[in-house]
């Protein structure tokens, strides 16, 4: 592909870039800059990568106008590299053209079915389910009784969407995602467990992203909802009626217990637990590994167990390390103490 057919379409997609080099130069695909030949385009976000940004063979390079002359490659002018970066590897990368409906699929008669839609081998399509054009559902995927899901959505092999649930436009669901599961809902008389069925659904806007084995319970008696422009890494645990903000992104191995509400913008990190009942402020962010147990009221940047500031909590991290110190000290002041009191009841 010639680079300017890359200058095109970022120009379609209203990116303002300033072009250094020979427009017919072909590239055929993205590459790290270490790695990268003449024919991958690369990219420069980091400062610290400038050593490799010297020594790199690609054939074009994305970075910052003020790095311009830091390299003679072709050259893609541009105020957010990582983001134009992401648009070319989807421009090099695009997805397979849908392929038809496999002839192992079972496709209930009530459903509808939109246009260019690819339906893999032994997919299960349930009653009254609306299926958006240009749709993909990977094999082995079942879509239950009463979904919909929106056009141009990806759904990979193995991907279970329960009954009733609405997915919107361009959502990608990698493979063992479960939607719409089973609520953990019980009650309990004298030591018995008495299961609650769930009787809410799942809603989940557009463009969101949901990793390998992640899975998103119903609501128990009203939905759960994931807001359009998430983003949610493998492993991850929702559970019922919970509802996740707008743009908001949520790392492996994080869990979310019912009925919480996270506001728009924020980032959970790895293994980030959240108890229940509680409230997010919009724009927080909990560094890996924080427990959140009470209502968080304002923006910004929370750490630890209970999460706390990240300020506060590395204050904290910074006296703990001198905890074995202090206590041989205090040892050392006893000793000293009793001698001085042995002293004196001897005088």
Known sequence: MKLQTILD?????????????????????????????????SFLSDSKRFQELESSLAGAIILKPEYRDMTSAN???????????????????????????????????????GK???????????RNVVIGNDVVLGPGTVIGEGSQVGNRSYFAPNVSVMHDCLIGEDVRLESGCVIGGEGFGFANEQGEWYHLPQIGRVVIGDRVYIGNNTTVNRGAI?????????????????????????GTAIASQVGIAGSTEIGKYCVLAGQVGVTGHVTIADKTHFGAKSGVTGYIKEAGSYSGFPAVPTSEWQKTMVRMKGLNKMAQKVKRLERELEEIKSQLENN
């Open 75 to 113: 050259r893609l002018l541009v105020n957010n590299p990582y983001y134009v970066y992401a648009l070319t590897a989807q421009l090099l990368n695009p997805q397979k053209p849908p392929e038809g409906i496999h002839e192992s699929a079972v496709i209930d008669e009530t459903a509808t079915i």
């Open 116 to 126: 260019r839609v690819s339906v893999g081998a032994y997919v299960v399509i349930g």
């Open 9 to 41: 379409y970022l120009a379609k997609q209203d990116v303002d870039v300033e072009f250094l080099g020979d427009p017919s130069h072909q590239v055929d695909q993205v590459s790290g800059l270490v790695e990268a030949g003449s024919s991958h385009i």
């Open 222 to 246: 009203n939905d759960t909802v994931i807001e359009s422009n998430c983003i949610i890494d493998c492993l991850v645990q929702i559970g019922h009626n919970v509802k996740i903000g707008y």
